[in-house]
C-alpha cells in the first residue's frame, strides 16, 4: 500500500474586520490542506498552518518527493523523518497516514485507536475578544451572547491585551450580561507575570462560573506558576505550544497547572499526541485540547478526546471539552460537523466518517499573491 500521489491545498481568507487576542491583530486565516493517495486508490487527509510560501515550497522540493513510493502503513518512521524538515507539517502527515490505514481495515479512527469512551464530546465557544472598533466590549460580548443563544454552556475569552482595569471592566460587563448561565475561561496568551495575573483574584473570588485562566505567564515560568496555584482561586490551565510529551513533564511533576491543553497540529504526530494525552493522564490531570487552528486537527482532538478515560471517578463520565472556534472563518466548515447544546456527536463511518466540503476548498484556494 505505497504512496503515489500527493495533492497540496493552500487556502487564504482575507478578514473584513481584524480580531485577535494578546498577541495582536489577524488579518486573515489560512490553512494547509494536503491528500495522500495510494496505489490501491485509499486517501487521507491532513492538515497544517503556517506561512503558505513556504508550505508550498517544502511541499514541492522535499515532502512529495519523500513520500512518493514509501509504504503508508509505515506511519510512524516516516512522520519522525519529516518532523526534522517541519513539525507542523509531520502532525498532518500523520494524520493522513492514521486515515489510509484506519481505511484499510475498514475501521473509524477511534476503533483504530482501541475504541472511545463516549459517543459525544463536549466543546466550548472559543472567541479573539480584541477587534480595533471603538465599541470592541461590546461588540465581544455580542459574540459571546450569541453563541449562548446557540447552544453553548462554555466560552474562552481573551485578556492580557489592554490594560488589567480595561480587561477587568469588559470581563465584568460580561459577566453581568451572562449572568452566570454560562462558564467562562480566560486566556492570557502569556502576557502577565506572576504580580499581575494575581491582580485578578479580586475578582476571581467574586465568580463561581469560572472554567480556568490559561497562560497568564510564559510556559517555562513553572515556579511562579506554583505560585499562582496557591493564590489564585481558578484553575490554571495551558500547554498549546508544547511539542513533546516530555515538555510537559515539568509542569506535572511540579504541580504547576491543573488543566493541560495539547494541540495535536503543534505536537509531532498524531501519535505522539495520543501519548501525550495519556501521560497526562497518568499524572491526574484534566486535558482540555487546544484546537483553534484547523478543522480537521479539531476533529482529530474530538477523535482523541472520545477515546481518552475519564480524569477522575469524581468526575464520572464527563469528558473535558474541546476547542471550537467560533469566529469569522470560513475552514471552519470544511469538516461537516456541528455541535448542538455544547456537544458534538462523532460520526461513526470508515475513517475519519465525514468528507471534507471540496467545493468550500476550491472557494478559498490561495492564488499564490503575497497576503501581509
Not at 94 to 119: F, N, P, V, Y
Not at 133 to 142: E, T, Y
Not at 211 to 219: R, V, Y
Request: proline share 6%; with cysteine.
Amino acid at each position: 500500500m505505497t504512496i503515489k500521489q500527493v495533492d497540496t491545498f493552500p487556502l487564504l481568507y482575507r478578514l473584513p474586520q481584524p480580531y485577535g487576542d494578546a498577541n495582536g491583530y489577524k488579518k486573515y486565516r489560512t490553512c494547509c490542506l494536503f491528500r495522500l493517495t495510494t496505489e490501491s486508490g485509499l486517501v487521507g487527509w491532513g492538515e497544517c498552518v503556517d506561512w503558505l510560501p513556504t508550505l508550498e515550497l517544502g511541499f514541492r522540493e522535499r515532502i512529495i518527493p519523500f513520500l512518493m513510493g514509501k509504504a503508508a502503513t509505515n506511519r510512524r518512521p516516516l512522520v519522525k523523518i519529516i518532523n526534522k524538515w517541519h513539525q507542523r507539517i509531520a502532525a498532518g502527515i500523520s494524520m493522513a497516514l492514521t486515515e489510509i490505514t484506519a481505511k484499510a481495515a475498514g475501521l473509524s479512527i477511534c476503533e483504530l485507536w482501541g475504541g472511545r469512551w463516549q459517543a459525544q464530546v463536549p466543546v466550548y465557544a472559543s472567541f479573539q475578544s480584541y477587534s480595533d472598533r471603538p465599541d470592541w466590549q461590546r461588540h465581544s460580548i455580542k459574540l459571546v451572547e450569541r453563541a449562548a443563544a446557540a447552544g453553548f454552556d462554555k466560552v474562552k475569552v481573551k485578556i492580557g491585551g489592554k490594560r488589567i482595569a480595561e480587561d477587568q471592566k469588559h470581563i465584568q460587563a460580561l459577566q453581568s450580561s451572562l449572568a452566570g448561565a454560562v462558564q467562562i475561561a480566560l486566556d492570557a496568551n502569556q502576557s502577565y507575570d506572576a504580580a499581575s495575573a494575581i491582580e485578578w483574584q479580586r475578582l476571581f473570588s467574586q465568580w463561581d462560573n469560572l472554567l480556568w485562566l490559561e497562560e497568564p505567564l510564559p510556559m517555562d515560568r513553572t515556579a511562579d506558576y506554583k505560585l499562582l496555584r496557591s493564590r489564585l482561586s481558578i484553575p490554571l490551565a495551558g500547554g498549546e505550544n508544547l511539542q513533546t510529551a516530555e515538555q510537559f513533564l515539568p509542569l506535572l511533576m511540579e504541580g504547576a497547572i491543573d488543566i493541560a491543553q495539547p494541540d495535536p497540529m503543534h505536537l509531532d504526530g498524531i501519535d505522539s499526541y495520543r501519548s501525550t494525552l495519556e501521560t497526562i493522564r497518568q499524572f491526574g490531570l484534566r486535558v482540555s485540547p487546544h484546537a483553534f487552528d484547523g478543522a480537521l486537527s479539531r476533529l482529530y482532538a474530538l477523535f482523541a478526546q472520545a477515546c481518552l478515560p475519564p480524569w477522575s471517578k469524581m468526575a464520572g463520565e464527563e469528558l473535558e471539552p474541546v476547542e471550537w472556534d467560533v469566529m469569522d472563518n470560513p475552514f471552519n466548515q470544511l469538516v461537516p460537523l456541528a455541535p448542538k447544546g455544547g456537544r458534538v456527536t462523532l460520526p461513526d463511518g470508515v475513517g475519519l466518517g465525514v468528507e471534507l466540503d471540496l467545493e468550500r476548498i476550491a472557494a478559498f484556494r490561495w492564488d499564490e499573491r503575497t497576503y501581509i
